[in-house]
């Protein structure tokens, strides 16, 4: 099993950045592939980015596309999702997600394809 913990959400303003991270207990996140997902109220959640176990390979939402940067830690057991120019329509919660198997972008986008899920921090990003 593995226990996943959000942390690093707040309040900002319009321009200015957060960095998520993603601390994962249990066991080695080393083989592990990376999802963050986001969803605001009344609204699906929707795929940020994923990363690769080796953090070789990453995807991006066409919505945060350089302004987003996922990375890994393997020693420390933890992704982060550095986000900078925010806007006010990245204010939801947002929520990291593992799975065992590397995939498409296809794949790795949809939530349901996860095994393990953090209980999701929130991001507010004020006009």
């Known amino acids: 099993q593995v226990q996943l913990v959000e942390s690093g959400g707040g309040l900002v303003q319009a321009g200015g950045s957060l960095r998520l991270s993603c601390a994962a207990s249990?066991?080695?996140?080393?083989?592990?592939?990376w999802g963050w997902f986001r969803q605001a109220p009344e609204k699906e959640r929707e795929f940020v980015a994923a990363?690769?176990?080796?953090?070789?390979?990453?995807y991006y939402a066409d919505s945060v596309k350089g302004r987003f940067t996922a990375s890994r830690d393997n020693a420390k057991n933890t992704v982060y999702l550095q986000m900078n120019n925010l806007k006010p329509e990245d204010t939801a919660i947002y929520y990291c997600a593992a799975r065992s198997l590397w995939a498409s972008v296809q794949t790795m986008g949809v939530p349901q394809r996860y095994d393990y899920w953090g209980q999701g921090t929130q991001v507010t990003v004020s006009s």
């Open positions: 990363i690769r176990w080796d953090g070789g390979t990453t």
């Open positions: 249990g066991r080695t996140i080393a083989g592990y592939n």
